[in-house]
């Protein structure tokens, strides 16, 4: 269906369960598979509303809108709030299906694109990036000599950054950690090496907070961290998380990954998740009965 802002289509019951990038062939049969990704990748498409990636599990009956590029944006500075602001720096919240800096191959909207909008008449730079998908805490400087400082603290280990995730199963102990070697020269997916990681800036300490529904709640701490990390880790140590379509099943409409909180010298801030650990069991209980 088509109106005057956007093209709509369900999902039918052939492509349950399919990838959303193979799912797009069935509505537009005269775009290849790269011209079908960068349209997801640019913000271009949502399914039942949300902006979710390529390699999300479609279900039977969501509804699949396509927007034109050059109408209005999807976010806008109301939606990555200021959490705090601590002398020449400023913590954000960053919400889920926005990127964290600007996309090299163009398209897309950012929280980097954002801050000229969010901060008017004051340089701002990002510190770090989180996933497309993962929300929450997201630090930024007002100078590159405060953006500098930052990079220290973090290249000496002052740093600790904490998230919560919801992984499948049940860990045997409480507390654990991941020390697998990380390899992130596949641009798209890091995989863990046979070997233990001699960088404690690269390890990932993990505390089983509660179980329930065949689901755990984590508490993950990391330093400096590295691309997926935490994703990649407890996909690793057996725990995938609910939601990821990388690493994951790719369930629900939600990665249960969140910023949660930073703690450094120059700052701490803290910052409660968009979801509960409840609708995690809800959502998978609803693909094991599906």
Known sequence: MTNDTTTTWTIPPQADGWRLDKALELMLPEVGLRGRRRLIESGGLTVNGRLLPAGYRVRAGQTVAMVPQDRERRFGPADVP???????????????????????????????????????????????????????????????????????????????????????????????????????????????????????????????????????LFRCTIKKGARHQIRTHLAWAGHPLVGDPLYGQGEGERLFLHCAGIDCPAFAALCDAPWNLAEAVEIVSRGAVA
């Open 82 to 216: 200021v959490v705090l602001t601590a002398g020449d720096y400023v913590l954000l919240n960053k919400p889920s299906g926005l990127h964290s800096a600007a996309l090299a191959q163009g398209g897309g909207e950012s929280v980097e694109a954002l801050l000229p909008d969010i901060f008017p008449g004051r340089p701002s730079f990002l510190l770090s990036r989180l996933d497309s998908l993962t929300t929450g805490l997201l630090p930024a400087a007002f100078s590159p000599e405060a953006a500098a400082t930052y990079r220290d603290m973090e290249e000496s280990g002052e740093v600790d950054k904490t998230y919560l995730a919801v992984g499948h199963g049940e860990p045997d102990v409480t507390y654990f950690r991941c020390d697998g070697e990380l390899d992130a020269a596949d641009r798209k997916k890091t995989r863990v090496l046979d070997r233990a990681t001699i960088d404690s800036l690269r390890m990932t300490e993990v505390e089983a907070l509660e179980t329930r529904g065949g689901v755990t």
